[in-house]
T-cell receptor, first 112, second 113 residues
């Protein structure tokens, strides 16, 4: 079964550093997303991406965040200057339709 | 933002019995609902979905019921198995947000052998 692949599985970074989280969506999917889950809280939408541009973003997705699809397969989330409160599980997802919405296994980001 | 609520933080069920997980929503623009299962340190795994034009969708042991007038949906698992023990999230989408999912807080299901 096709999978969404995320790397790394765990990233530890110092406050103020830049991090890039990587995702390889399912190859025939056209819609790409990032979500995050802070420990003990619900899964929250960050951003959706379609046709090489952001289609929607949440209030969380401020100027510190950016997304990119640098080639035909990768989809990245960059956090420019990490803060302690950015520590969370970050999930990438892709979809071809509303019923085929697949999540990756996540990257645990720890900001120290 | 409490557009999707799962009011039961946990549910404990005996193996072989029915598990019923509930979800309420407030956003009347939602027209598509999904249920996900999640294990610790893994991503959400899709279980079953339902469009607002239906009131029931069934897939094997999993059935989702939608009551639009009450803005309520439920997931039934019959029979429950110990491997079903996980966190279950419901999510809604719709309106101008094509793919954005709004999740509930999750319900921890424990199925005892």
């Amino acid at each position: 079964e096709p999978e969404v692949t995320q790397t790394p599985s765990h990233q530890v970074t110092q406050m103020g550093q830049e991090v890039i989280l990587r995702c390889v969506p399912i190859s025939n999917h056209l819609y790409f997303y990032w979500y995050r889950q802070i420990l003990g809280q619900k899964v929250e939408f960050l951003v959706s991406f379609y046709n090489n541009e952001i289609s929607e973003k949440s209030e969380i997705f401020d100027d510190q965040f950016s997304v990119e699809r640098p080639d035909g397969s990768n989809f990245t989330l960059k956090i420019r200057s990490t803060k302690l409160e950015d520590s969370a599980m970050y999930f990438c997802a892709s979809s071809a339709s509303r019923s085929s919405y697949t999540f990756g296994s996540g990257t645990r980001l720890t900001v120290v | 933002d409490q557009q999707v609520k799962q009011n039961s933080p946990s549910l404990s069920v005996q193996e072989g019995r029915i598990s019923i997980l509930n979800c309420d929503y407030t956003n009347s623009m939602f027209d598509y609902f999904l249920w996900y299962k999640k294990y610790p340190a893994e991503g959400p795994t899709f279980l079953i979905s339902i469009s607002s034009i239906k009131d029931k969708n069934e897939d094997g042991r999993f059935t989702v019921f939608l009551n639009k007038s009450a803005k309520h949906l439920s997931l039934h698992i019959v029979p429950s198995q110990p491997g079903d023990s996980a966190v279950y999230f419901c999510a809604g989408s719709g309106g101008t947000s094509y793919g954005k999912l709004t999740f509930g807080q999750g319900t921890i299901l424990t199925v005892h052998p």
